[in-house]
């Protein structure tokens, strides 16, 4: 999760939404960055030596491009790196764990997502809290159960387990969920092929997402590698759709003057931020407002 981040609810400049065939959603290119940190390099004492810098780990830098509200259905309009995009087929698989235990708040993935086993819900059943591997959605959901050999072919979540046991910790004899194996997209007219983690710009993949029960709700693009920014080179991303510039570094109070695309901010020990809206940036500031609870703030 980001730290402390910069918040703006506004579009970067020359990004875009672009409306859905409803008239009412809207996909919207969003940025998120977390995880970033002052450094120094070191001379040849091993002491810091010259200006201090910022490093965004791999995996910190993604762009996401996601509904605002929903999802993204086959044959609507979305958008990547400015580019009116269409999805013309999705192609899922479900993956399975089997045989394994989880405690209550442990973690683990499965699908596209992330499953958080909570203790057993009003009826006895585990109850869960899901996520989308970018932190599209954090919510508690009830989890359909059935006898061992007796799960359906279609169920109405696509998200179940098969369950010998649920207390302090849930004992599984299976547990499914979808991921999407590629989509088809048509993006400036001319037709495409995503698949997962496949290299979308040098050092850069690109990760279509879905919610548990199969929905497509967006595409995001992260770094595989880390990040080093500097006052005395701006970094252009994405073919120039980006433009990240390191104004200036206080190390004492630890704020970071930076842009994006010329527009400015003013960052704490980084340049962790949200930027934009989507499905993708509400999400994540749901966890962040759910950790700030747990943690005692207000």
């Given at each position: 999760?980001?730290?402390d981040?910069?918040?703006?609810?506004?579009?970067?400049?020359?990004?875009?939404?672009?409306?859905?065939?409803?008239?009412?959603?809207?996909?919207?290119?969003?940025?998120?960055i977390?995880?970033?940190?002052?450094?120094?390099k070191?001379?040849?004492?091993g002491?810091?030596a010259?200006?201090?810098?910022?490093?965004?780990?791999?995996?910190?830098?993604?762009?996401?491009?996601?509904?605002?509200?929903?999802?993204?259905?086959?044959?609507?309009?979305?958008?990547?790196?400015?580019?009116?995009?269409?999805?013309?087929?999705?192609?899922?698989?479900?993956?399975t764990?089997?045989?394994f235990?989880?405690?209550?708040?442990?973690s683990?993935?499965?699908?596209d997502?992330?499953?958080?086993?909570?203790?057993p819900?009003?009826?006895?059943?585990?109850?869960?809290?899901?996520?989308?591997?970018?932190g599209?959605?954090?919510?508690?959901?009830?989890?359909?159960?059935?006898?061992?050999?007796?799960?359906?072919?279609?169920?109405?979540?696509r998200?179940?387990?098969?369950?010998?046991?649920?207390?302090?910790?849930?004992?599984?004899?299976?547990?499914?969920a979808?991921?999407?194996?590629?989509e088809?997209?048509?993006?400036?007219?001319k037709?495409?092929?995503?698949?997962?983690?496949?290299?979308?710009?040098?050092?850069f993949?690109?990760?279509?997402?879905?919610?548990?029960i199969g929905h497509?709700?967006g595409?995001m693009?992260?770094?595989d590698?880390?990040?080093?920014?500097?006052?005395e080179?701006?970094?252009?991303l994405?073919?120039?759709?980006?433009?990240?510039?390191?104004?200036?570094?206080?190390?004492?109070?630890?704020?970071?003057?930076?842009?994006?695309?010329?527009r400015?901010?003013?960052?704490?020990?980084g340049?962790?931020?949200?930027?934009?809206?989507?499905?993708?940036?509400?999400?994540?500031?749901?966890?962040?407002?759910?950790l700030?609870?747990?943690?005692?703030?207000t």
């Amino acid at each position: 999760m980001p730290r402390d981040p910069v918040i703006d609810a506004r579009t970067l400049p020359g990004w875009r939404e672009v409306p859905m065939n409803d008239g009412k959603n809207r996909t919207i290119e969003s940025l998120v960055i977390k995880g970033s940190r002052i450094v120094w390099k070191k001379g040849a004492d091993g002491k810091p030596a010259g200006p201090p810098l910022v490093l965004i780990p791999a995996g910190g830098l993604v762009y996401d491009a996601t509904p605002l509200d929903t999802h993204l259905p086959v044959g609507d309009r979305g958008v990547l790196f400015g580019k009116t995009a269409v999805l013309e087929k999705k192609e899922l698989a479900e993956e399975t764990c089997r045989n394994f235990s989880v405690l209550a708040g442990r973690s683990f993935p499965v699908g596209d997502s992330v499953i958080t086993y909570l203790m057993p819900g009003p009826k006895g059943g585990p109850l869960v809290l899901w996520r989308t591997v970018d932190g599209v959605s954090v919510r508690p959901h009830p989890l359909d159960l059935y006898p061992a050999g007796k799960v359906p072919t279609k169920t109405p979540t696509r998200i179940f387990g098969v369950t010998t046991h649920a207390g302090q910790i849930a004992e599984f004899q299976s547990f499914s969920a979808p991921y999407i194996q590629k989509e088809i997209w048509r993006i400036g007219g001319k037709e495409r092929t995503v698949s997962a983690n496949a290299l979308w710009f040098p050092h850069f993949r690109i990760v279509p997402v879905s919610c548990p029960i199969g929905h497509h709700i967006g595409l995001m693009v992260t770094n595989d590698v880390p990040i080093l920014l500097d006052p005395e080179h701006p970094m252009n991303l994405f073919d120039g759709y980006l433009t990240i510039r390191l104004v200036r570094v206080e190390s004492k109070s630890g704020k970071v003057r930076f842009s994006l695309n010329g527009r400015s901010y003013t960052g704490t020990r980084g340049i962790d931020g949200l930027f934009g809206r989507g499905r993708a940036i509400t999400g994540i500031r749901h966890t962040l407002d759910t950790l700030k609870k747990l943690e005692g703030g207000t």
